[in-house]
């Protein structure tokens, strides 16, 4: 089937983790206990169903995991962790040849979207990145996070194609690429080794790859 719409995760995707990790380490070194308290309530809330509201469920988990009031663990992540993780992307520069890539798609006439597991807010303009998205957002809006299927429906629904006339890229194998593919979409894996008896439809390390090949789909 025709790809109509190409959606990318964020981080790890259009840019490097090492950047993050290097940028962000002196916020992440004052915070340590939360931080880690944070990442442990993460991945129980992806084996939690169902769940109304998300950041209600985090806070309560961190907030038990603490030892601390719900009210002072809301305000923290928010702070320490939400909004200033947000600013360590003023010194993070995007992976070679991204920006080259979405104008082309986007002149491909192909839709572009956005989806994180992470808040976006002002993430895609402190890249360079902004102003190319039909759609952007957090799958936290779903209440489930990747590779849960409801993040992936959602944004089908936004960039208004179905799922199997989307081409998912992502650098998580188990949570882009596995996550995406169960629900119909065609998935690229950015990795520089492709993985053994891997279901992504194109396994690149460098953009210029994935243009090339969604011009290759487009000739069928």
């Not at 907030?63 to 003023?90: C, H, Q």
């Not at 890539?101 to 990145?129: C, H, M, R, W």
């Not at 952007?136 to 936004?158: A, D, M, N, V, W």
């Amino acid at each position: 089937m025709e790809i109509k719409a190409v959606g990318f995760d964020i981080d790890g995707t259009l840019y490097r983790n090492m950047m993050m990790y290097i940028c962000s380490t002196p916020s992440f070194i004052k915070h340590p206990v939360l931080v880690s308290h944070f990442s442990k309530a993460r991945k129980e809330i992806r084996n939690i169903r169902p769940i109304d509201d998300f950041r209600k469920v985090q806070t309560s988990l961190i907030s038990a995991s603490m030892g601390i009031p719900e009210a002072r663990v809301e305000a923290m992540v928010e702070k320490r962790l939400y909004r200033d993780w947000e600013d360590t992307f003023k010194c993070i520069r995007p992976v070679k040849g991204v920006r080259q890539t979405l104008e082309k798609i986007k002149e491909l006439g192909l839709g572009l979207g956005a989806l994180s597991d992470f808040p976006v807010q002002n993430k895609l303009k402190y890249l360079g990145l902004d102003g190319y998205w039909d759609c952007e957002f957090t799958s936290e809006e779903t209440g489930y996070l990747k590779p849960h299927p409801e993040s992936f429906l959602l944004l089908s629904e936004r960039l208004g194609v179905k799922p199997e006339e989307i081409l998912y890229v992502g650098n998580s194998y188990s949570k882009d690429v596995e996550g995406a593919a169960a629900v119909g979409m065609k998935t690229a894996h950015f990795s520089l080794k492709k993985k053994d008896n891997s279901i992504a439809d194109i396994t690149f390390g460098r953009y210029s790859e994935l243009y090339q090949y969604l011009c290759r789909l487009e000739k069928r």
